[in-house]
């Protein structure tokens, strides 16, 4: 474990500024305490021309398009984050920033569940807003809305929404009992609607295809009615999450990924809690199979899986796709710090093929975050803002153009990619907080615009590090950060081109080298039943 006092890294300063980042990413009328102030209003007409309100929420990276699917999973976990790590966060004087961050969110999917069996799940176009570099503020790309229904249902969708809705209504039940009680209401509407229609939400939204394509729901049915078991204590959700397991693969699949995807090893995780708390004996054995799988994805970081781990580049960083990987790593990370705590709060341990009784403090380290941090081969942080090297030329528009204080034409799309996007400066404006897509399997990074595998920031990569940071933030001093950008505005080069973000959801497994770790996974638990 690496040793927090030698290096010095101030989680509470990493932890401020990761939550300035969703500030930065925010769509719509911009409120007066408002920090990021190189950012302006936009998307004030959002929805207009289907007659629904769909301003606010979040731009999902450094482009301008509201993805439902991504933007629900970064709220979900943030929510989670102010309800397993409140007391850190209240400590750091974190948790306003904390709520408010979630409730930009939680606004926006209210709107956007504007009627019964119905969800706003899009904002604008991917293809044309990709082909197109500009501020959020003179966007001029098409801002077309398009939502599911009982016709073109999007169960992967209406379910993730539901599951944010239902964990933000635990974050605000202490601090606003009648907000917290809405957000439950739409997070019970919207699971009903998910499960009595199903279907794969980007055959309903095809442009979100390309983006964000979903490579199943059957996990979102399940982690929905885990939240809202958790929300609510109502049997039903548990006997739907048990009763389901099998059937919606929630017993079956062994994963060593967690993202805005792939929820089962949260799912595994959130009804691996429901059995150490001993909530409910009557589906013991079921909630044990949910506990294997839960072990599985903890043993696969800790290298103690009989071969079928997770990789490691040379500088001990979880490695899972090539494009965007460190919200993979961040994401497991987060996970892991609250099973830590659930294990730990019920003196329990983690079973791996290599190694038995593993205590929570011999796998949850400060690893992934010290190496976001700068302990890392590039000595670099990956957390911009943060440190005193880091990414300077993120792929994100508004960062990379000047601000409208100080540059107030607009700026078409066009010129933003001559004048903007591939020059040889700094970003005028710091995007505190942004954590870019990070190295590669060799710990090699660039930082260039135009390279938008490594040097795109996300919100899906940015909300695990708020528990993450709150969990590490013990004898981590206070920082008061100065958020001010520097005005100086990079030459004009000349370049024009298309760029868009890919995106995975692929499972890290080999069916033949797991055989026998999985074959204690998968059958074992029967021979239990029977």
């Given at each position: 474990m690496i040793n927090v006092a030698v290096k010095g890294y101030d989680y509470t300063d990493a932890l401020d500024k990761s939550l300035l980042f969703f500030e930065a990413q925010r769509s719509g009328k911009l409120p007066s305490d408002q920090r990021v102030t190189w950012r302006g209003d936009s998307g004030l007409n959002d929805g207009l021309?289907?007659?629904?309100?769909?301003?606010?929420?979040?731009?999902?990276?450094?482009?301008?398009?509201?993805?439902?699917?991504?933007?629900?999973?970064?709220?979900?976990?943030?929510?989670?984050?102010?309800?397993?790590?409140?007391?850190?966060?209240?400590?750091?004087?974190?948790?306003?920033?904390?709520?408010?961050?979630?409730?930009?969110?939680?606004?926006?999917?209210?709107?956007?569940?504007?009627?019964?069996?119905?969800?706003?799940?899009?904002?604008?176009?991917?293809?044309?807003?990709?082909?197109?570099?500009?501020?959020?503020?003179?966007?001029?790309?098409?801002?077309?809305?398009?939502?599911?229904?009982?016709?073109?249902?999007?169960?992967?969708?209406?379910?993730?929404?539901?599951?944010?809705?239902?964990?933000?209504?635990?974050?605000?039940?202490s601090y606003n009992s009648s907000y917290s009680t809405l957000l439950l209401t739409h997070a019970k509407e919207l699971f009903t609607f998910a499960d009595d229609f199903r279907g794969y939400y980007d055959d309903s939204i095809p442009s979100a295809e390309t983006f964000y394509p979903s490579s199943g729901y059957l996990d979102e049915l399940l982690w929905a009615a885990a939240w809202l078991y958790r929300a609510t204590n109502d049997n039903y959700y548990l006997e739907y999450a048990t009763?389901?397991?099998?059937?919606?693969?929630?017993?079956?699949?062994?994963?060593?990924?967690?993202?805005?995807?792939?929820?089962?090893?949260?799912?595994?995780?959130?009804?691996?809690?429901?059995?150490?708390d001993g909530d409910d004996q009557s589906c013991t054995n079921t909630l044990k199979q949910y506990k294997a799988k839960a072990d599985y994805f903890a043993c696969a970081y800790l290298q103690k899986n009989n071969g079928c781990n997770v990789e490691l580049t040379p500088g001990g960083l979880a490695y899972l796709?090539?494009?965007?990987?460190?919200?993979?790593?961040?994401?497991?990370?987060?996970?892991?710090?609250?099973?830590?705590?659930?294990?730990?709060?019920?003196?329990?341990?983690?079973?791996?093929?290599?190694?038995?009784?593993?205590?929570?403090?011999?796998?949850?380290?400060t690893l992934t975050a010290d190496y976001i941090l700068g302990e890392n081969p590039e000595s670099m942080s990956y957390l911009v803002g943060y440190g005193t090297k880091y990414p300077e030329k993120t792929h994100h528009r508004g960062s990379s153009i000047p601000s409208k204080s100080v540059l107030p034409d607009p700026v078409g799309c066009v010129q933003g990619?001559?004048?903007?996007?591939?020059?040889?400066?700094?970003?005028?404006?710091?995007?505190y907080g942004a954590l870019v897509g990070g190295p590669d399997n060799s710990d090699c990074f660039t930082d260039d615009r135009d390279n938008y595998y490594q040097s795109e920031p996300t919100t899906s990569a940015a909300a695990p590090l708020i528990g993450l940071f709150a969990k590490l933030i013990d004898g981590s001093s206070t920082t008061t950060s100065d958020y001010s950008s520097p005005t100086n505005t990079p030459p004009i080069d000349y370049v024009y081109v298309l760029s868009e973000p890919l995106s995975s959801s692929a499972t890290h497994e080999d069916p033949f080298k797991c055989l026998i770790v999985l074959f204690s996974l998968f059958l074992m638990p029967l021979f239990v039943i029977l």
């Open positions: 021309s289907q007659q629904v309100d769909l301003v606010g929420g979040y731009h999902d990276a450094g482009d301008h398009v509201k993805f439902g699917l991504p933007m629900a999973y970064s709220v979900t976990l943030l929510a989670w984050a102010a309800v397993d790590f409140k007391g850190e966060l209240v400590s750091a004087n974190q948790m306003d920033y904390t709520l408010q961050a979630i409730r930009w969110g939680t606004d926006y999917f209210i709107k956007a569940h504007s009627e019964d069996n119905v969800l706003w799940g899009q904002v604008g176009d991917g293809e044309s807003d990709h082909s197109c570099w500009e501020r959020a503020e003179d966007m001029t790309t098409s801002r077309t809305a398009c939502r599911i229904d009982s016709t073109q249902p999007g169960s992967d969708l209406a379910g993730e929404t539901a599951a944010s809705l239902a964990a933000a209504s635990l974050a605000f039940k009763n389901n397991a099998v059937d919606l693969g929630g017993t079956g699949n062994a994963v060593d990924i967690f993202s805005w995807d792939n929820k089962y090893a949260g799912l595994q995780i959130l009804m691996s809690k429901v059995l150490l796709l090539p494009s965007n990987n460190l919200q993979y790593a961040a994401s497991a990370s987060f996970l892991l710090a609250a099973y830590s705590d659930y294990l730990s709060s019920t003196n329990s341990v983690v079973d791996c093929p290599d190694e038995s009784g593993i205590k929570p403090q011999d796998y949850v380290t990619f001559e004048s903007w996007y591939k020059n040889s400066n700094p970003n005028p404006n710091i995007q």
